[in-house]
């Protein structure tokens, strides 16, 4: 029956994060100790007052359908968020909540890209940025950046990529998986490129936006001239541990707010009422919990790069961002333990899980395929075990 399926899914890629978390859990099912250093969740619990909020809203009967947009006060409360933090005006007729980020994603990709159209992305991104353009049947044109340039694209890169075709610019910052934060000076080069293609839409993707390490969050929906075709993404998963409770949402132009309701109302109608009902406490509430967060994954990174550095052969951009290292391993490629010889980045991810029992995931899956990403969302304890794993497996390779 497989020969009947849709040629849709010939286009597109299942998640390499999913996949290797699947392995993982494979071989812990065996009884075998595997730390997951694959998957980008954070280990908290979500905060109390937030929680408090949704045990309320189930005993106050918010169970029944919710517009499709959401609940008009959710989306208030996405506009004081946004007012709060980035000091950026919307509207709630601006806003549309969803079943997470990813779903924002799809639907904004979906509502703008046409089949050969190109969509601008820099390396490393997130795996599922180029699925959903494949998905949409655009054309993805990757930018590669350097560990040495901070994993972040110029301007001159930005202009010398665009084509009569392109018709949107894709990105995140903090960045997944590199750990890259744009600066306001970096945007500003980046946004006098698109005042000059005034038919280029901007995806800005800032789930990670409470994670930084290196000050205030800069948006790029903060140009004037840009702002009409900005669609910035966010959600409550990394930065409220919220990752199950599946809210993200678009903020935009109403004709790009539109079309995502269009799209939503027939996907899902609307995103689950108790955890919009939740979200409100978390977008206007106390932010401690999330900034306590932060601190420790401070501590985390710092003590990740130390063991990172004291390995032979990794070369490792320090994060601004986000909570994983994405170490260049192509030291590594040609070397063997004797049975096993490492070709590759897949080749090296797969080492280690099936060698040192922990789990990552290859920089293919991310457009750079010299570099694992290695997730530090897990306890201090595990992390210095897992890195005591890989430096003894690493040491086997001759």
Known sequence: MSNQLSSLLDRFNEPETLKMAQLGRELSAKGIDVINLSLGEPDFDTPQHIKDAAIKAINDNWSHYTPVSGFLDAREAVCSKLKRDNDLEYKPANIILSTGAKQSLAMAILAIVDANEEVIIPTPYWVTYSELVKI?????????????????????ELEAAITPKTKMFLFSSPCNPSGAVYSKEELTALAEVFKQHPEIYIISDEIYEYINYVGKHESIAQFPELKDRVIL?????KGFAMTGWRLGYIAASLDIVKAADKLQGQFTSATCSITQKAAIAALTGDLTPSLEMTAEFTLRKNLTLELVKQIPGLKCF?????????????????????????HNANDLCMYLLNTAFVSSVMGDAFGEPNCIRFSYAASQENIKRAWARITEALAKLK
């Not at 049947?137 to 901070?150: A, I, L, P, Y």
């Not at 320090?318 to 490492?342: H, L, Q, R």
Request: hydrophobic residues 35%; glycine residues 14%; aromatic residues 12%.
């Open 233 to 237: 993404i966010n959600g409550l998963s």
């Open 136 to 156: 949409a049947g655009g054309k993805v044109v990757s930018v590669r950046t350097s560990v040495e340039n901070g994993f972040k694209i110029t301007a001159a």
């Open 318 to 342: 320090n994060p601004e961002g986000a909570f994983y290292v994405f170490p260049d391993v192509s030291a590594y490629f040609g070397k063997s333990d004797g049975t096993t010889t490492i």
